[in-house]
């Protein structure tokens, strides 16, 4: 795997458009604390973005299948780049309304940008290579997050905010060229994801699919339970500092989660060897419960940041493992559409986790949250891991019946 050019092509674009992904992230925040006091307001400009994503989300499914997967990446790139232009416009007019912009095309570009990424990964690499290739692409852009929220911070010190936005714009330009290098043998597809007539009913093609096959709707479903916990990260990493009163527990919260999470996304390929992929799902998802649970004692730092490796770690072997099922589980012929779909609900969850959230943090308080969390994704957990049992038990019957 190491010696595939692509490889290197994709983990090389991965990290530099992620630094210039979070780059962005911090220039839209800084530049919205400036101009807009509402957090309201806010959240609904972030929201406008997300929710054409999620629109353009069918359409890019289809898209994918039906085209060259380098080709969407390099037009969905080249809009990407293009986007930053009216955010640096947003800042040299001061207007809101040419952010927004910026945001609903950066959403677009996304939109179309990762089913085509997840739809390449299968075909650059053996499918034995997939899950260390899963898993040392989300450690990738783990420390590019880490990497572009720091340089963001360290540039806003001593730079005008533009500045920022150049260096993201110069980061998408270097993804772009990047992908032009890229050597795609698209003749590991079946050819029928060619045909028109094929990609016609979009996401209604998916379903049957994903009903045939239990462990992709089970692996879909489970999902929830991690981003249960992601879709508020920050707010309950807020909530943990003040319930502690102590400001600086925040950034040993992020430093140990996001180590944990690339050392089981390194060590995954590992555990693999032992143990069957739905094995790890359910044993994961079990861990993630376990972490929620353990925040119930969010006033004791020690616990705290136990929980949080114990979380980053489960999740680093959570993602990397349900990637790999849907890449082999789930045929070629509806990646695009498949990854699309997926990237449509996370997105949907994501927004209503938030909301939920914060609802709950209101009402019920951080800690018994978190419990409620817990048991909700420890009997999810248990629930499907039962049904999934059941399943494979008829179907070892209807075997040893024929």
Known sequence: MWNNKNVWILLGGELIAGLGLWMGIIGNLEFMQDKIPSDFIKSLILAAGLVVGIAVGPLAGK????????????????????????????????????????????????????????????????????????????????LARILGTAIAGALLVVMPLSILYIASLLAYLGLFILTFFLTIDEEKESKTAKDTSFVKNGFKDVFPVIKNVPLVFITLIMILIPLLFIGGFNLVVIN????????????????????????????????????APDKILFIFAFLIGLSQLLLYMANLPAVTIFAFILFGFSVGCFFPIAATIFQTKVPKDYHGRFFSFRNMLERLVFQIVLLITGFLLDAIGLQWMTVLFGIFSLSMTGAFYIWYRQIRHLHQLKKEAS
């Open 240 to 275: 943990i500092s003040e319930l502690q009163d102590n400001s600086a527990i925040k950034g040993w919260i992020y430093t140990a989660e996001g180590i944990a999470f690339m050392i089981g996304a390194f060590f995954v390929k590992q555990i693999n060897q032992k143990h």
């Open 63 to 142: 898209i994918t299948d039906h085209s060259n997967k380098k080709t969407v990446m390099l037009m969905a790139g080249l809009l990407r780049t293009v986007s930053v232009l009216f955010m640096l416009l947003a800042i040299h007019t001061g207007s809101v309304w040419w952010m927004i912009v910026f945001l609903m095309l950066i959403q677009i570009a996304a939109a179309f940008y990762f089913p085509a990424l997840q739809a390449t990964l299968p075909l650059i690499v053996n499918e034995k290579d997939l899950l260390q290739l899963n898993g040392v692409h989300m450690n990738v852009s783990t």
